[in-house]
T-cell receptor, first 114, second 115 residues
Framework: AQSVTQLDSHVSVSEGTPVLLRCNYSSSYSPSLFWYVQHPNKGLQLLLK??????LVKGINGFEAEFKKSETSFHLTKPSAHMSDAAEYFCVVSGSGGSYIPTFGRGTSLIVHP | EPEVTQTPSHQVTQMGQEVILRCVPISNHLYFYWYRQILGQKVEFLVSFYNNEISEKSEIFDDQFSVERPDGSNFTLKIRSTKLEDSAMYFC?????????????FGPGTRLLVL
Protein backbone atom coordinates (compact mmCIF):
# COMPACT_ATOMS: atom_id res chain seq x y z
CA ALA A 1 0.00 0.00 0.00
CA GLN A 2 1.12 3.55 -0.58
CA SER A 3 0.15 6.82 1.03
CA VAL A 4 1.13 10.46 1.02
CA THR A 5 1.01 13.00 3.81
CA GLN A 6 1.32 16.69 3.10
CA LEU A 7 2.16 18.10 6.47
CA ASP A 8 0.76 21.60 5.96
CA SER A 9 -2.63 22.50 4.57
CA HIS A 10 -1.54 26.13 4.13
CA VAL A 11 1.86 27.78 3.83
CA SER A 12 2.18 31.55 3.81
CA VAL A 13 5.36 33.32 2.66
CA SER A 14 6.42 36.77 1.59
CA GLU A 15 7.45 37.40 -1.99
CA GLY A 16 11.18 36.84 -2.38
CA THR A 17 11.51 34.48 0.59
CA PRO A 18 12.11 30.71 0.38
CA VAL A 19 9.32 28.20 -0.03
CA LEU A 20 9.17 24.79 1.67
CA LEU A 21 6.22 22.46 1.10
CA ARG A 22 6.54 19.23 3.00
CA CYS A 23 5.60 15.76 1.83
CA ASN A 24 6.12 12.36 3.42
CA TYR A 25 5.23 9.13 1.73
CA SER A 26 4.75 5.51 2.60
CA SER A 27 5.47 2.84 0.03
CA SER A 28 6.32 -0.82 -0.02
CA TYR A 29 8.66 -0.45 -2.96
CA SER A 30 10.74 2.26 -4.56
CA PRO A 31 8.08 4.69 -5.63
CA SER A 32 7.82 7.37 -8.23
CA LEU A 33 7.02 10.73 -6.72
CA PHE A 34 5.52 13.79 -8.33
CA TRP A 35 4.62 17.33 -7.44
CA TYR A 36 1.71 18.92 -9.27
CA VAL A 37 0.50 22.50 -9.07
CA GLN A 38 -3.05 23.67 -9.59
CA HIS A 39 -3.81 27.31 -10.22
CA PRO A 40 -7.40 28.49 -9.82
CA ASN A 41 -9.67 27.12 -12.54
CA LYS A 42 -6.77 25.31 -14.16
CA GLY A 43 -5.80 21.65 -14.46
CA LEU A 44 -3.05 19.92 -12.55
CA GLN A 45 0.33 20.80 -14.00
CA LEU A 46 3.41 18.67 -13.41
CA LEU A 47 6.16 20.54 -11.59
CA LEU A 48 8.66 17.73 -11.30
CA LYS A 49 9.01 14.00 -10.79
CA UNK A 50 11.39 11.54 -9.19
CA UNK A 51 11.78 8.13 -10.80
CA UNK A 52 14.83 6.53 -9.10
CA UNK A 53 17.45 8.60 -10.86
CA UNK A 54 19.05 11.63 -9.19
CA UNK A 55 17.68 12.27 -5.73
CA LEU A 56 17.63 16.04 -6.26
CA VAL A 57 15.09 16.81 -8.91
CA LYS A 58 14.77 20.16 -10.64
CA GLY A 59 11.43 21.18 -12.03
CA ILE A 60 9.81 24.09 -13.74
CA ASN A 61 9.58 27.64 -12.42
CA GLY A 62 12.62 27.26 -10.16
CA PHE A 63 11.16 24.51 -7.98
CA GLU A 64 13.12 21.51 -6.87
CA ALA A 65 12.60 18.55 -4.57
CA GLU A 66 14.88 16.12 -2.83
CA PHE A 67 14.06 12.45 -2.41
CA LYS A 68 15.24 11.25 0.99
CA LYS A 69 14.61 7.56 1.39
CA SER A 70 15.79 7.46 5.01
CA GLU A 71 13.24 10.11 5.93
CA THR A 72 10.59 8.96 3.40
CA SER A 73 10.29 12.56 2.36
CA PHE A 74 10.02 14.47 -0.89
CA HIS A 75 9.83 18.12 0.14
CA LEU A 76 9.35 20.83 -2.48
CA THR A 77 11.46 23.97 -2.28
CA LYS A 78 12.06 27.21 -4.11
CA PRO A 79 14.68 29.78 -3.13
CA SER A 80 12.55 32.83 -3.78
CA ALA A 81 8.75 32.94 -3.97
CA HIS A 82 6.97 34.88 -6.66
CA MET A 83 3.39 36.12 -6.52
CA SER A 84 2.54 33.80 -9.41
CA ASP A 85 3.50 30.79 -7.28
CA ALA A 86 0.33 31.18 -5.24
CA ALA A 87 -1.59 27.97 -5.95
CA GLU A 88 -2.48 24.53 -4.59
CA TYR A 89 0.35 21.98 -4.61
CA PHE A 90 -0.12 18.23 -4.59
CA CYS A 91 2.42 15.57 -3.74
CA VAL A 92 1.71 12.27 -5.49
CA VAL A 93 3.17 8.78 -5.16
CA SER A 94 2.77 5.94 -7.64
CA GLY A 95 4.46 2.80 -8.83
CA SER A 96 4.34 1.07 -5.46
CA GLY A 97 4.00 -2.67 -5.89
CA GLY A 98 3.78 -2.22 -9.63
CA SER A 99 0.60 -0.18 -9.43
CA TYR A 100 0.44 2.81 -11.70
CA ILE A 101 -2.49 4.28 -9.82
CA PRO A 102 -1.27 7.42 -8.14
CA THR A 103 -2.15 8.39 -4.60
CA PHE A 104 -2.56 12.09 -3.98
CA GLY A 105 -1.82 14.08 -0.89
CA ARG A 106 -4.47 16.45 0.42
CA GLY A 107 -2.72 19.44 -1.07
CA THR A 108 -0.97 22.48 0.34
CA SER A 109 -2.21 25.94 -0.43
CA LEU A 110 0.70 28.33 -0.95
CA ILE A 111 -0.09 31.95 -0.16
CA VAL A 112 2.39 34.60 -1.26
CA HIS A 113 2.24 38.05 0.30
CA PRO A 114 3.66 41.11 -1.43
CA GLU B 1 2.21 22.26 -26.04
CA PRO B 2 -0.51 19.60 -26.29
CA GLU B 3 -3.00 19.53 -23.47
CA VAL B 4 -5.99 17.64 -22.17
CA THR B 5 -9.27 19.51 -22.51
CA GLN B 6 -12.55 18.96 -20.71
CA THR B 7 -16.10 20.14 -21.26
CA PRO B 8 -18.13 21.57 -19.73
CA SER B 9 -16.14 23.49 -17.17
CA HIS B 10 -19.15 23.59 -14.86
CA GLN B 11 -22.35 21.57 -14.76
CA VAL B 12 -25.33 21.84 -12.48
CA THR B 13 -27.84 19.00 -12.47
CA GLN B 14 -30.75 17.67 -10.47
CA MET B 15 -30.40 14.55 -8.36
CA GLY B 16 -31.32 11.47 -10.37
CA GLN B 17 -30.39 12.97 -13.72
CA GLU B 18 -27.75 11.54 -16.01
CA VAL B 19 -24.66 13.56 -16.78
CA ILE B 20 -21.90 13.04 -19.31
CA LEU B 21 -18.53 14.64 -18.78
CA ARG B 22 -16.32 14.94 -21.80
CA CYS B 23 -12.58 14.88 -22.24
CA VAL B 24 -10.23 15.13 -25.18
CA PRO B 25 -6.93 13.46 -24.22
CA ILE B 26 -3.59 14.26 -25.79
CA SER B 27 -3.75 12.84 -29.27
CA ASN B 28 -0.99 10.21 -29.18
CA HIS B 29 -1.76 8.99 -25.69
CA LEU B 30 -3.22 5.54 -25.18
CA TYR B 31 -4.17 5.48 -21.50
CA PHE B 32 -6.97 7.53 -20.08
CA TYR B 33 -8.11 8.18 -16.54
CA TRP B 34 -10.82 9.83 -14.52
CA TYR B 35 -10.33 11.26 -11.04
CA ARG B 36 -12.56 13.22 -8.76
CA GLN B 37 -11.99 15.68 -5.96
CA ILE B 38 -14.78 16.35 -3.53
CA LEU B 39 -14.48 19.84 -2.08
CA GLY B 40 -11.90 19.88 0.69
CA GLN B 41 -10.84 16.27 0.12
CA LYS B 42 -8.11 14.44 -1.74
CA VAL B 43 -8.01 13.76 -5.45
CA GLU B 44 -9.27 10.19 -5.85
CA PHE B 45 -8.71 7.74 -8.68
CA LEU B 46 -11.90 6.50 -10.36
CA VAL B 47 -10.96 4.49 -13.44
CA SER B 48 -8.36 3.87 -16.10
CA PHE B 49 -9.06 2.91 -19.69
CA TYR B 50 -6.95 1.34 -22.39
CA ASN B 51 -7.66 -0.34 -25.69
CA ASN B 52 -11.39 0.30 -25.39
CA GLU B 53 -11.82 -1.30 -22.03
CA ILE B 54 -11.45 -0.52 -18.36
CA SER B 55 -8.00 -1.42 -17.03
CA GLU B 56 -8.63 -0.74 -13.40
CA LYS B 57 -11.28 0.92 -11.28
CA SER B 58 -11.64 1.97 -7.70
CA GLU B 59 -14.46 1.05 -5.34
CA ILE B 60 -15.93 4.49 -5.99
CA PHE B 61 -16.56 3.52 -9.61
CA ASP B 62 -19.78 1.56 -9.11
CA ASP B 63 -22.56 0.63 -11.53
CA GLN B 64 -23.71 4.24 -11.71
CA PHE B 65 -20.53 5.15 -13.57
CA SER B 66 -19.43 4.22 -17.04
CA VAL B 67 -16.72 5.34 -19.44
CA GLU B 68 -16.55 5.30 -23.17
CA ARG B 69 -14.33 6.33 -26.01
CA PRO B 70 -17.03 6.96 -28.60
CA ASP B 71 -14.66 8.10 -31.32
CA GLY B 72 -10.96 8.61 -31.89
CA SER B 73 -10.67 11.70 -29.77
CA ASN B 74 -13.25 11.90 -26.97
CA PHE B 75 -13.25 10.07 -23.66
CA THR B 76 -16.43 10.35 -21.60
CA LEU B 77 -17.55 9.68 -18.06
CA LYS B 78 -21.25 9.04 -17.58
CA ILE B 79 -23.01 9.12 -14.25
CA ARG B 80 -26.31 7.36 -14.74
CA SER B 81 -28.36 8.71 -11.86
CA THR B 82 -26.57 11.44 -9.99
CA LYS B 83 -26.57 11.67 -6.20
CA LEU B 84 -25.82 14.65 -4.03
CA GLU B 85 -22.51 13.10 -3.06
CA ASP B 86 -21.40 13.03 -6.69
CA SER B 87 -20.84 16.78 -6.46
CA ALA B 88 -17.13 17.20 -7.07
CA MET B 89 -14.46 18.32 -9.48
CA TYR B 90 -13.83 15.63 -12.06
CA PHE B 91 -10.43 15.48 -13.73
CA CYS B 92 -9.55 13.60 -16.86
CA UNK B 93 -5.94 12.58 -17.51
CA UNK B 94 -4.00 10.77 -20.19
CA UNK B 95 -0.58 9.21 -20.51
CA UNK B 96 1.54 7.63 -23.17
CA UNK B 97 2.24 4.46 -21.23
CA UNK B 98 0.93 2.70 -18.16
CA UNK B 99 4.08 2.53 -16.04
CA UNK B 100 3.86 3.95 -12.55
CA UNK B 101 6.54 6.47 -13.32
CA UNK B 102 4.84 7.76 -16.43
CA UNK B 103 3.55 11.30 -16.20
CA UNK B 104 -0.17 11.71 -16.44
CA UNK B 105 -1.34 14.95 -17.99
CA PHE B 106 -4.45 16.39 -16.45
CA GLY B 107 -7.25 18.46 -17.85
CA PRO B 108 -8.65 21.56 -16.11
CA GLY B 109 -11.56 19.65 -14.63
CA THR B 110 -15.35 19.79 -14.71
CA ARG B 111 -17.04 21.07 -11.59
CA LEU B 112 -20.25 19.08 -11.10
CA LEU B 113 -22.90 20.28 -8.70
CA VAL B 114 -25.83 17.98 -7.96
CA LEU B 115 -28.86 19.66 -6.39
Amino acid sequence: AQSVTQLDSHVSVSEGTPVLLRCNYSSSYSPSLFWYVQHPNKGLQLLLKYTSAATLVKGINGFEAEFKKSETSFHLTKPSAHMSDAAEYFCVVSGSGGSYIPTFGRGTSLIVHP
Amino acid sequence: EPEVTQTPSHQVTQMGQEVILRCVPISNHLYFYWYRQILGQKVEFLVSFYNNEISEKSEIFDDQFSVERPDGSNFTLKIRSTKLEDSAMYFCASSGTLAGQETQYFGPGTRLLVL
